[in-house]
């Protein structure tokens, strides 16, 4: 039971079953995608700066490594559970198949609140996670990245343990590494130029431009609401309102991206960033704008809000932040919903870009990174329309419908073992 109690994993057996229907997918297939083909859970005990001893939960889930080996994040938080780390991975399963990467679908995860750890304490936990998880990750196994309270230095962390224990540098273990370690240009801001990238196609389907009438709201401005804001910015459009967990501010004439981003830089909440409009979270999704950028958490658009929501356009940034319900009603409304597992792909990809890089010890500039990302998004987007278009169902379903046929392919010719 335990895995099926989360709503994440409710909604994303939903939208599986949903789209096997509508396409006539194999049923043995859809079987098979419902479970995760691995689930490990550890104990991670570490000795506090105090000195007492301090034990954790850990997960790390392989959903499906049909395509290649896993690649998902590790995240670090108080309601990590096993549940919600079975859906991240099963959209990761989608998300790459999506955009053809050649890469299976995992997730990771800790319970607990980083914030209440020294560094010292962050880097024991981080290390002996890595080895308890060591024997299930590798290469060419399954590849961790950073997700919510976890960075760059996690990843260095995590990846000087696992090169420590098998007696050589392996840059290929995780992505998301800084620099210096082997990380690639371009990662850090890949998943909110991906989301940037889409609102262009979308506008471009809409017959629309991104410009200086362009209103936008962004709800959670972190790893992938800043650059998202920046890049849409730069391109004219007014970010008139942007939140983080402390709350939300609100400027109608277009708030100063960059000055924001310099406040919560310096870890400070924007419910203390003076000269603006102050609003909850809730009445940010709720804001008569053009463009709604849900890239926090899951499920903040929901039955009780979604009549609510004024934008004409909602690119999920984050994954799952629109409920099955929702994206029903909406997309019955003419509302143009760029679904998660496409919206927020570009982490993914340029993962697999440093992923490459890692392996072949050669490194690419960051307008190769960045012209091979917008292209790889481009052809999945017009991709999704297509089954859209083909199966009459809206952009989400389209895009479990695409990521599906390349799954259930894939599946076929490599048949099952031992048969």
């Avoid at 949903?18 to 995608?33: G, Q, T, Y």
């Avoid at 390349?406 to 048969?419: C, S």
Wanted: proline share 4%.
């Amino acid at each position: 039971m335990a895995l099926y109690h989360s709503p994440l994993y409710k909604d994303a057996l939903a939208q599986l079953e949903e789209a096997a229907s509508v396409m006539k997918a194999d049923e043995n297939i859809i079987d098979r995608l419902k479970k995760p083909k691995r689930a490990i859970q550890v104990s991670i005990p570490i000795r506090l700066d105090d000195g007492t001893v301090k034990t954790f939960e850990g997960y790390r889930v392989q959903h499906n490594l049909t395509l290649g080996p896993g690649k998902g994040g590790i995240r670090f938080h108080p309601d990590v559970d096993l549940s919600e780390t079975t859906a991240l991975a099963m959209l990761m399963t989608f998300k790459c198949a999506l955009v053809g990467l050649p890469l299976g679908g995992a997730k990771g995860g800790v319970k607990v609140d980083p914030n209440d750890l020294s560094r010292q304490e962050l880097q024991g936990l981080t290390r002996r996670f890595a080895m308890e998880i060591g024997p299930f990750v590798g290469p060419d196994k399954d590849i961790p990245a950073p997700d919510i309270g976890t960075d760059r230095q996690t990843m260095a962390w995590f990846m000087d343990t696992y090169s420590q224990v098998h007696g050589y540098a392996s840059h290929g273990v995780v992505t998301g590494k800084p620099i210096s370690v082997g990380g690639s240009l371009g990662r850090e801001e890949a998943t909110g130029r991906g989301v940037a990238y889409c609102v262009n196609f979308a506008y471009d389907r809409m017959d629309k431009q991104v410009d200086n009438n362009t209103t936008v709201a962004i709800h959670g401005f972190g790893k992938v609401g800043m650059p998202a804001a920046v890049d849409l910015a730069e391109q004219g459009a007014k970010i008139v309102a942007v939140s983080d967990v402390s709350g939300a501010v609100y400027d109608p004439d277009g708030l100063d991206v960059l000055k924001l981003i310099n406040w919560v830089k310096g870890r400070k909440l924007l419910k203390d960033y003076h000269g603006v409009e102050h609003i909850s979270n809730d009445e940010l999704l709720e804001l008569d704008v053009d463009v709604l950028i849900p890239a926090a958490i899951d499920g903040v658009i929901t039955k009780k809000n979604m009549k609510n929501i004024k934008a004409r356009l909602i690119a999920e940034g984050a994954n799952g932040p629109l409920t099955k319900e929702a994206v029903e009603y909406l997309s019955e409304k003419d509302v143009f919903i760029i679904p998660d597992i496409l919206c927020n792909a570009g982490g993914v990809i340029v993962s697999y870009f440093e992923w490459v890089q890692g392996l072949a010890h050669f490194f690419w500039d960051i307008d190769q990174i960045n012209k091979t990302l917008h292209n790889i998004l481009k052809n999945a987007f017009a991709e999704v329309v297509k089954k859209s278009i083909h199966y009459k169902v809206d952009m989400k379903k389209a895009a479990m419908i695409a990521a599906l046929a390349k799954l259930e392919a894939a599946m076929k010719l490599r048949g099952l073992f031992p048969g």
